[in-house]
């Protein structure tokens, strides 16, 4: 029997289609090339570093919100591929250690900030790109961010998030693997396969920059462990952003997660559920979202 899909892409391949470009490469602390793009606005007002989601790569739709934020809103926008997707170099799917993920954001963040130390700086991710933001920031306070962006954001098993009796799951993981790998105290198992995706096999083939698999340091680099506990600890605005059709998580529960900072972050914070949106389609609005919450920000700073 044929694989029902996790989530629609209908909306993406209807959508008109863009170049993502040329990737650049920055070389990360231990070697591996890491790709990037860059969408740069006429008259910029910020910057936005900005992660798509998990087995996915910065050309699979997030062009769409980096061409339209720098258009339509000055804001230049730097598209990341994580190491071991897309054109970035590595084992596909894998990383030498779980904190070498968040190395390489950092460095990144460190090389646009200096490109354009005049401009304030956003981080921001899709999916399990928005686990990786929140795990980033939990592991390193960075004075040259500005605020985040969450859009759709995967915080992973522990957020409470997941939509009950969702026959189709995006992600399975391996559970004994994990065990393994802890029972190790994570000296072993890591580069083991760990979660595999429920990718249609016919875009596997068509877009083979997308993965199946990530290894279990890769997996615990974009999962946050106590995510409530992380998302509580935000000390700069973020805006969180939610499809009122997701197909993956239970969008009452991902918005709420909006209520657990201070109440001075929150004051200064953004959340909205996106009507007629699922996990994808909101890609295709993400650039208003976003453009309109750096605004904001911009202006409460």
Not at 14 to 21: L, S, T
Not at 24 to 40: H, K, L, P, W
Not at 127 to 144: A, F, H, I, M, T
Not at 255 to 263: C, E, G, I
């Amino acid at each position: 029997m044929k694989n029902r899909n996790s989530f629609s892409f209908n909306e993406m391949t209807k959508a008109e289609k863009i170049d993502i470009g040329i990737p650049s490469f920055f070389r990360a602390t231990d070697g591996i090339n890491i790709a990037y793009y860059v969408t740069e606005a006429t008259r910029p007002i910020a910057s936005l570093i900005f992660i798509h989601g998990g087995g996915a790569y910065s050309g699979a739709g997030y062009q769409y919100l980096a061409k339209g934020l720098g258009a339509k809103y000055n804001v230049s926008v730097y598209l990341l591929d994580i190491r071991g997707h897309g054109n970035s170099e590595g084992p596909r799917g894998d990383s030498s250690t779980v904190d070498q993920v968040w190395k390489d954001l950092q460095l990144f963040c460190d090389f646009v900030h200096a490109r354009n130390p005049q401009l304030p700086l956003y981080l921001g991710g899709h999916s399990s790109g928005g686990g990786l933001v929140l795990n980033y920031l939990s592991w390193r306070k960075n004075p040259d961010i500005a605020g985040y962006i969450f859009v759709s954001p995967e915080f992973g098993y522990k957020s409470g998030t997941a939509k009950q009796g969702n026959s189709t799951p995006f992600a399975r993981a391996d559970i004994g693997v994990f065990v393994k790998y802890e029972i190790s105290l994570r000296k072993m198992y890591g580069h083991t396969p760990a979660v595999f995706f429920n990718y249609p096999e016919e875009l596997l083939k068509s877009q083979p920059l997308f993965i199946s698999t990530i290894t279990c340091n890769m997996a615990m680099a974009l999962t946050p462990d106590n995510p409530r506990e992380q998302f509580k600890n935000i000390d700069r605005p973020f805006a969180l952003f939610a499809g009122e059709n997701d197909e993956l998580f239970d969008v009452e529960e991902v918005l709420r997660y909006a209520y657990l900072p201070k109440q001075e972050i929150r004051e200064k914070s953004i959340v909205r559920t996106i009507k007629g949106a699922n996990h994808l389609s909101i890609l295709l609005a993400a650039d208003e979202l976003i453009g309109e919450a750096i605004r904001t920000m911009c202006l409460c700073c």
